[in-house]
């Protein structure tokens, strides 16, 4: 793969990877051309020691319907 250092001086393992201190969750939303077009879901990201940003995600257990036909009314204040 083009980009991607692969030699064993340039890996770096973090053994203190933790996805325990989330700092933030963004829910975004997809649109799908089939009935109940929009989909919902949950990315998690979390700052490790030092000050690297760790994604995880996408979620799809969610604590409201991920797949509806209308965007929800709190949703509505965002567009892109």
């Known amino acids: 793969m083009r980009g ?3 030699s064993a001086a340039n890996r ?3 053994r203190d990877l933790s996805t325990g ?3 933030a969750s963004v829910d975004m ?3 799908n051309s089939t ?3 929009r989909r919902y879901y949950r990315f998690l ?3 490790m020691d030092d ?5 995880a995600g996408p ?6 319907e991920r797949h509806r036909d209308e965007r929800p009314p709190w949703f509505s204040s965002y567009t892109l």
């Open 35 to 37: 009935p109940q077009q």
């Open 51 to 55: 000050g690297r940003v760790f994604q």
């Open 45 to 47: 990201y979390a700052k």
């Open 4 to 6: 991607i250092p692969t």
């Open 21 to 23: 201190n989330v700092q």
């Open 29 to 31: 939303e997809r649109m």
């Open 12 to 14: 770096h393992v973090d």
């Open 59 to 64: 979620f799809k257990e969610l604590e409201y």
